[in-house]
Each structure stands twice: as C-alpha cells, then as structure tokens.
C-alpha cells in the first residue's frame, strides 16, 4: 500500500512539473491565449468559437439610427418550407432563418430560443462587410484603388520585399502570399490565437510573407485582418464608427450592433465578429443585390459592387471553376446560379440574382460532409438555396 502510496505521490509531483513546465512554455513563446481559449470553449462544452459569445469579449458598438422596417410580403408565412428543408435546420441547430424575396420577407422562422433581435456572431460573413467598406474609403479618396501597395498603410513591411508586391486588393481577394495557417479547431494556431489574443495587430504586423501575392487564392482570415488594419489606418476612426456611418445608419438598421475587440480599447476582429440579427445581416445582401443603392441612394459604388461579384480569373488559373470574387463566394454554375457571404458554423446571407432573392441562415453547426452538394464550403447551404426555390415556384 505504502508503495502504491508513493507511486502515486511520484506521479502527482510529475504531472504538476509537467503542466508547470508547459505554463513557462506557453508564456515563452507568447501562446498564453491558449488558456482564455481553452476556459471559454472546452470548459464550456464546446470544440470552437460559439455564435453567443458577445459577452466573452470586449466589443464597440456600431450605432443605428432611424429604423427601416423591412416590407412583409402578402404570403408572408404563408408558403411552408419543405420537408427537407425544415429537417436540415432541425439538425444542424438553426438559429433563424429568413427569405428576402422582392425586397420584401417571405418567410421568417427562429428556432431553439432565438428571435428577431437575437444578436449572434457573424463569424467570417463580416470579411465581406469590410470589402464593402474598404470599396466606401476608395470611393472617398482615403486609400488610391485595389492596385495600392499595402506598404503605404503597413511600413512596418517595407523591407519586406514580397509584402511590397502585396496589393489592398490581393488582401481582399484572398490571394496575399501571407504567412497563414487557417483552422478554427486547434488550439496552438494563429486563427485561435486572433480570436483568442490580445494584441491583435501585433501578431499579424509580426508575420511576413511567403509567397508572392496575386497569382492563387488562399482563404486566409489573417489576411482580412491585415485589411481591416489597412481600412482602419486609412480612415483614421475605428472601424465600427464606419461601418455604422456609412452602412448601418444609411440602411436602417432595427438594432446597433456590435464587433468584437481584441482589448478594451483595442482592434476590431476585422475578419470576424459583427454580432447582429437576420433582418439587419440581410440587408448586406439586399445592397449587393441592388449593386450598391438603397432607397435611391447609392450606398456603394456599383462598379465595386460588380467587381466584388467577379470571380478572380487570375487566382482560379490551376482549376476549372472560380468561386471568389472579393470577399464573395461564388457558384455561378450551379443550376439556380447564386453568390454568398459565409460565416464559420454555418453563417450564410445567399444571393440568387434570377429570383431576385435573399436567403439568411444563423445557426450554431455546418454540414462538414463531403456531400459533394456543390463547390463552396458548407453543404447544407445548397440545400437552403435549392430548397427555397422549391418552395417559391
């Protein structure tokens, strides 16, 4: 017993040497968001980020102002969805779900205690809301055109020779040869430490490059966020005070929203992190699908808007179907052809142009099949798309 007794009294000792020497490692090298990441997933019965994670965050709100109501459609509610398409948001726990159709709510459900003015996180749909931004401060003269160097905005990169090949553009087409490893799963990554960290600036001002940019796509959320650093630089005023300026107040928006910080006074996670609702998230898709105007104003210049809906025929060389234009998904060759904003966990605003639609979906799981549904990251998105047009004809 006295053995069993000191083998285990030896075994305690070296587990806690162990986890103590691992602390000092992770301090060492900067990694010590490791511990936040891990206290506000694993500890909380999650593997990843979560769409309520709002109050885990510091966060700036983006302000509206006078409120414009969405139109509802006379069959309002009236069209059932199919069954396959209400067994899909059923498994893969939807939020809500939500169909612009002629610019006025078709149909409109909330599931598992969400509502119309639940906020939940938009994850990467945001990359796309800050390409419209960035379209805004070139229309507005703070930054040349997508063929300005991002040297001008990041000095920090100026003997950097690949940076300097690096265009604004080459950022928000995805196609910047940035040192970047994407994965939302593991814990020691660059991705959770963005998420997770405190000085995000920081640690992409600290990455280089590796590749020259331009010539492939690579979808990369730190390159979005050296963007979101070009955006803020530029305008000179954070970025939530933009987005709210020259988008969520012009639009109308039901309720302010809010972006996610690094620190109290710190960077918005301009890759991620807008936490709004399916109403005002589908107005982002409503403008693109009016190519920039709204209400008779034109909100977004509409050759940026067109541009934004291009696939990048350079970067897609190798393959034989583009599905990227700037900081827009592309399916193009589908049977009912659509583009999309796409949030990690399944965050999706789809555009279908030839039924002049909007379809959002918010939830807290993707289809992470191979299903072979179609081109772009997450399966179930085909079905939301295919299902609706289903329904409306």
């Not at 800050?130 to 997508?146: D, R």
């Not at 000085?199 to 979101?228: A, C, H, N, P, W």
Request: charged share 20%; proline share 4%; net charge neutral.
């Amino acid at each position: 017993m006295k053995f069993l007794f000191k083998l285990f009294k030896k075994l305690v000792i070296a587990l806690i040497v162990i986890i103590g020497i691992a602390v000092i490692l992770l301090y060492a090298t900067n990694n010590q968001y490791i511990f936040r990441g891990v206290q506000l997933t694993y500890l909380q019965g999650n593997t990843t980020a979560n769409i309520d994670d709002r109050l885990d965050f510091d966060t700036r709100m983006i302000p509206n102002g006078e409120i414009q109501e969405w139109e509802l459609s006379d069959n309002y509610n009236k069209i059932p969805l199919t069954d396959t398409l209400t067994a899909v948001l059923a498994k893969f726990k939807a939020a809500g779900f939500l169909i612009i159709k002629d610019g006025k709510i078709l149909n409109e459900q909330y599931y598992n205690g969400y509502s119309d003015t639940s906020l939940t996180n938009s994850f990467s749909v945001s990359k796309t809301m800050l390409t419209m931004m960035l379209g805004k401060a070139i229309e507005e003269g703070y930054i040349k055109g997508l063929d300005q160097s991002i040297v001008d905005f990041l000095p920090e990169y100026k003997d950097d020779s690949l940076a300097q090949l690096c265009t604004v553009g080459d950022l928000s087409s995805m196609t910047a040869g940035y040192d970047w490893s994407e994965s939302y799963y593991l814990p020691l990554n660059p991705t959770a430490k963005a998420y997770y960290g405190r000085d995000i600036t920081e640690q992409m001002l600290s990455r280089g490059f590796v590749k020259e940019s331009g010539k492939e796509f690579e979808y990369l959320s730190g390159v979005t966020q050296l963007l979101g650093i070009v955006v803020r630089r530029s305008i000179d005023k954070p970025l939530s005070q933009y987005l709210s300026e020259k988008f969520w107040k012009p639009l109308g928006m039901r309720t302010p929203a809010y972006w996610a910080l690094d620190n109290p006074d710190g960077m918005e996670k301009s890759y991620c992190c807008v936490y709004s609702n399916a109403r005002d998230f589908a107005k982002f898709g409503q403008l693109i699908l009016q190519d920039g105007k709204w209400n008779g104003k034109q909100l977004l210049d509409s050759s940026f808007v067109a541009l934004m809906k291009t696939p990048n025929l350079i970067a897609f060389s190798k393959v034989e179907q583009p599905i990227y234009g700037y900081s827009l998904w592309l399916d193009y060759d589908h049977t009912t052809p659509f583009y999309s904003l796409i949030g990690h966990l399944g965050q999706y605003i789809a555009v279908v142009p030839d039924h002049n639609m909007v379809i959002v979906r918010l939830g807290k799981i993707r289809d992470r099949r191979d299903t072979k549904n179609g081109v772009l990251p997450g399966n179930d998105l085909y079905y939301y798309v295919d299902e609706v047009v289903k329904m409306i004809n």
